[in-house]
């Protein structure tokens, strides 16, 4: 079921209006826990079945869990169920392809069969947002929560359930613990996210798809320009379509009474490769920080062990984007462009003598090098991409220029909301207007069709 579909507007309708009607009695929690369950399980009963087995084994071990002298061990079944079921139906077919590969360029004459399993959608987000409540139980930062209800419905709240943001139980649990107060601010802010969220995905991101995926999808018929402009308008287009599904997530989260986490901001206007993961998917990139780089050291141990640790990390971060080396080599090239820099960015040189303006674009032309291999289906593609951009053959790229005109209004809108103008941004009147352009554009403009959120194979 998507956001950006007429059947999730009746979803919508329903779920939230049974919800007015039993949020003052104690049947609001579960009423919200079958909606989020029906809206999951809309796409295939198994995802029902997963999640409710992660759901039942990980509340089961967090009520023994504190109390128990193996409490490492309770800790490891938890993290080892969840990389297993992530290891099974998203990595499995992926293994299996190297391991033949292998065999192939050996003598052994054995071919192991590809598992025909399902991806189920949302499996890495909802896994972390467990594992992480799990590692905070085991700290002792967060408390066990005893209602199986509530951790089941912060486990599969919908609005973040399917591409996140990745929420964590200091945020969710103790909104969760009493139904909100609905106010009449929070139903038009939800709903005015909503709506930007939209127009990003169906007018923006959608649009620009069209052009990207005709130049990926055969990049040997391309030359050099149609690929360098590909690659800039991928870059938009995975930022428009995920922070658009975060934005209605936020919103819809927000017209329940519910506070979800910021996930994006402004990312295109980081000034270096750190500032970019601090921009970039937040709920991703500070919960790899919290259980995975400050658990290995973080910068605590010397200068050789932080590179370690950030190589690591991200690394890791580009295998939980998907099964294929392009996703690991995306996750190498940002760790060591952030190991080369990290020391520049340090020195006075940087911070205070080399423009904003520069430091920024020097970023995103990194950022869009490694988007080539995000974006690539296989790594021969992104190799081809890449050579097509280094040559650079002019060709006709026959590229909309309506979206390039959309990119860089809603770029110059990022530059302003930055500076001393952001207050004139933020008056209502201003916001207001802004909402009915993008709704007079989707009602007029918007082209038949959508593309899937490209964040839910993930």
């Not at 996210?193 to 127009?199: E, H, R």
Request: aromatic residues 20%.
């Amino acid at each position: 079921m998507l956001f950006n579909s007429w059947l999730f507007v009746v979803f919508f309708a329903v779920a939230f209006g049974g919800y007015l009607i039993l949020r003052k009695t104690p049947l609001w929690q579960l009423w919200l826990l079958a909606a989020s369950y029906f809206f999951y399980g809309w796409m295939s009963p198994l995802y029902v079945a997963l999640i409710g087995y992660s759901t039942v084994l990980n509340y089961g071990i967090s009520r023994v869990m504190p109390g128990s002298p193996r409490k490492k061990w309770w800790m490891a079944l938890s993290v080892l169920n969840g990389v297993l079921l992530l290891g099974f139906f998203k990595y499995g077919g992926f293994v299996v392809d190297n391991v033949n590969a292998m065999f192939s360029r050996t003598a052994i004459d054995m071919t192991l069969e590809k598992p025909g399993l399902l991806l189920p959608v949302g499996i890495s987000f909802y896994t972390f947002i467990i594992i992480g409540y799990m590692v905070d139980v085991y700290r002792g930062t967060v408390p066990v929560e005893k209602n199986f209800i509530r951790f089941a419905l912060f486990s599969s709240f919908f609005p973040y359930l399917l591409a996140g943001p990745i929420e964590r139980a200091k945020n969710m649990l103790p909104q969760l613990r009493t139904a909100p107060s609905l106010r009449g601010a929070d139903i038009s802010e939800g709903f005015s996210l909503f709506v930007v969220g939209l127009f990003k995905k169906i007018a923006l991101a959608d649009f620009l798809a069209l052009y990207v995926n005709k130049v990926y999808g055969d990049p040997g018929q391309y030359p050099g320009l149609p690929s360098l402009i590909a690659t800039y308008a991928f870059a938009w287009q995975i930022y428009f379509d995920f922070s658009g599904y975060t934005d209605m997530a936020r919103g819809t989260a927000k017209m329940f009474g519910f506070n979800l986490m910021l996930n994006f901001n402004n990312p295109y206007l980081a000034t270096g490769l750190g500032d970019f993961w601090r921009r970039w998917h937040i709920s991703l990139s500070s919960w790899i920080k919290d259980y995975i780089y400050i658990p290995l050291g973080g910068n605590r141990k010397g200068r050789f062990n932080t590179y370690r640790n950030m190589v690591i990390a991200m690394i890791l971060a580009g295998l939980w984007h998907g099964a294929a080396w392009t996703f690991v080599i995306w996750g190498a090239i940002h760790a060591a462009g952030r190991s080369l820099t990290r020391e520049l960015e340090q020195t006075a040189f940087w911070s205070a003598r080399v423009p904003t303006f520069v430091k920024q674009i020097v970023t995103f032309h990194i950022v869009c090098l490694t988007w080539i291999f995000f974006r690539a289906d296989t790594f021969g593609n992104a190799l081809t991409i890449l050579g097509n951009i280094l040559a650079f053959v002019a060709g006709d790229p026959r590229f909309p220029l309506l979206a390039a005109l959309f990119v860089l209004l809603v770029w110059g809108y990022q530059f302003l909301f930055e500076s001393r103008f952001r207050p004139v941004l933020e008056h209502s009147a201003v916001r207001m207007a802004f909402m009915l352009a993008m709704i007079l554009y989707m009602v007029y403009f918007s082209m038949p069709g959508f593309e899937k959120f490209y964040y839910f194979r993930f």
